[in-house]
């Protein structure tokens, strides 16, 4: 049986006496060995090892490999196209949907170490791809950047999105993305940036605001760009037209 119910990690002290559920082990499992060696170098056998089940496991609750490594994409965090309806609603400023935007997108952070797997994951993804990249890409990539692109066109009051609503888009979106990629780093270096649930919720708060920051001068860019229309030179008034040749007449009459 395939299922894609979100895993919740166990977090420290919340395991109690109980050990997680045996789907809850192979996704934890399959995650650690598929981020560290690839999808071609881990075996079933090697998965059901780290996680003390049963090989038979993994057919019961994925099918076979392809599915479990599958489930993997959806099932940890969740899927970005998910966050689309929540930062889509109507209504919403554009800065609480942006917010909204990198609050979905960060949550995972809160999780830490997974959080660093799932990154390892989809980069491997990226250099050894397999057939689940082009559902990563038109899922986690294409639909959640076409539904900001759209949201960022109806605040600039733009029918439709261009060469430099699209650049806005990929660094609005790629703010999230790349606090993602670099958490390694930030750990490495200021390691309170990322060090506690609030932490991670600051990040949204101060991409949001970036954000906010990088559409106004879009917007100030474009006002600047518009083609300024030449003026057209009033008419002279009858009055002031027929002045001149009053005094050209009497100065043609003086002797």
Known sequence: MTTSAPLSPPRPGATGDSPPPARTRLLMAALKLFSEQGYAKTSIRAIAAEAQVNVASVSYYFGDKAALYAALFSAPFGSLQSLVPDFMRPGLSLRAALHCF???ALGP??????????VRLHIREMLEPTAQWQ???EKDVRAPNEAMAALLCRHLGLPQADDDLHRLTLTVTGLAFQL????????????????????VDQWAERLADYAMA???TERRRRTRAQPVRPSTPASPSPSTSSTPRRRTARRSTAP
């Open 102 to 104: 990198y609050q979905g």
């Open 180 to 199: 993602w990629s670099h958490q390694e780093v930030v750990c490495a270096m200021q390691p309170q940036l990322l060090a506690s649930p609030a932490a």
């Open 214 to 216: 990088m559409v106004a």
């Open 135 to 137: 559902i990563e890409l």
């Open 109 to 118: 952070l809160h999780d830490g170490e997974m959080a660093r797997q799932v």
